[in-house]
């Protein structure tokens, strides 16, 4: 009987300690400071640590580090699942507005970039009486390799849907959940479970995503302080 009450209470324990650390957890993330400010002080106090206090501030390294690896482990599938979310919330109609309207934007926007480019240097010339003497090979190196605009459009179609998630190629990822979204609009009986499916992943990595930024503050912390402390101010 008594290895059993002792178990009993070691489970009680355990709870009780997960229940504070998810308390914890809550009031953290509905504290009334912004992130953005949390952030700020995150970066002061790792610059203050990572001077003073260099040799103890390499310790935090790991923090930021599982901080980033998270953050990638949670693009794909938020990417994915948002995408196609999207796509099948809206109709035809408006998804070929939609795309008509982020067409348009594109080209102005890209139009707009080369407006800029060519006008700032026109009116304020920086730069033109600096010297590169020495600063420039004599020999410009050899082009090996040429940019195709066709190979590049291509290589936006993945051929491999295991290899683009493998590589995380973003574009191609971006890609594929368009086309899956499209195929689920116009499956709309057979695609009913998957629509739902997608939803909740879509809400879960929502959910995950604003708990993992919620402690932004403390990775950047940790990786204001480990950088300094390696690299110096």
């Not at 795309?99 to 080369?114: P, S, V």
Request: some cysteine.
């Amino acid at each position: 009987i008594y290895p059993l009450g002792l178990k009993e209470i070691f489970k009680c324990r355990v709870n009780c300690l997960f229940c504070h650390i998810i308390r914890y957890v809550n009031l953290y993330c509905e504290y009334t400071m912004q992130l953005w400010t949390k952030t700020l002080i995150g970066i002061a106090l790792g610059a203050f640590v990572g001077v003073f206090f260099s040799k103890e501030a390499i310790l935090l390294q790991p923090i930021g580090d599982m901080f980033l690896r998270l953050i990638s482990c949670l693009i794909i599938p938020l990417v994915f699942a948002s995408i196609v979310n999207g796509v099948t919330s809206v109709t035809s109609c408006q998804l070929r507005r939609i795309g008509l309207y982020t067409l348009l934007l594109y080209l102005f926007t890209t139009i707009f970039a080369i407006f800029l480019g060519y006008l700032l240097p026109t009116l304020c010339p920086i730069g033109t009486s600096l010297s590169l003497d020495g600063l420039i090979p004599t020999q410009s190196p050899a082009i090996t390799k040429t940019v195709d605009l066709t190979n590049v459009l291509v290589s936006l179609v993945p051929n491999n849907l295991f290899k683009a998630l493998y590589e995380q190629n973003l574009i191609q990822i971006m890609i594929l959940s368009l086309a899956f979204g499209i195929g689920l609009n116009l499956c709309p009986k057979q695609g009913t479970l998957m629509k739902d499916w997608v939803q909740s992943l879509s809400t879960i990595m929502q959910k995950l995503a604003l708990l993992l930024m919620s402690f932004s503050p403390i990775a950047v912390f940790a990786l204001m302080a480990a950088s300094i402390s390696t690299m110096g101010v």
